[in-house]
């Protein structure tokens, strides 16, 4: 019987222990959708013709629109004046204002040149 050589670790290890081999193992899980069963639906109509004398309600509304023509800071409540319903109809504008605005302020200071312009002047002088 040919002698296996040992390898390190189980040559320090006692003669009653066991190799056991480590293996690596990855599981890989997939998902798929099928179909198990299906549902047919069918609608059906049925019809049963009837007189029926029943008075039937009805109610005339007659709309006025009246411009306003005025800038509010939000909606209008609905409001009740007698028989009447006001409804106020909103209308977004955009707005575009011109104002002057100060971008920037240049100032350069004075070189300190001075010159001599020709002055017109008057002196008087008092002789005994």
Do not use: C, F, Y
């Amino acid at each position: 019987m040919p002698k296996r050589s040992r390898s390190a670790p189980d040559a320090v290890s006692a003669p009653d222990s066991r190799v056991i081999p480590i293996v690596e193992e990855q599981a890989v899980i997939l998902k798929r959708k099928t179909l198990t069963e299906g549902v047919r639906v069918r609608t059906v109509v049925h019809e049963d013709e009837a007189v029926i004398n029943e008075p039937v309600a009805s109610e005339t509304i007659e709309v006025e629109r009246v411009p306003l023509d005025r800038w509010v800071e939000g909606p209008v409540p609905v409001r009740q004046e007698g028989d009447t319903t006001i409804v106020t109809l909103l209308e977004e504008v955009v707005v575009t204002e011109k104002r002057p605005a100060q971008r920037r302020r240049s100032a350069s200071p004075s070189a300190g040149t001075s010159r001599k312009a020709p002055t017109p002047s008057r002196s008087a002088e008092k002789r005994p």
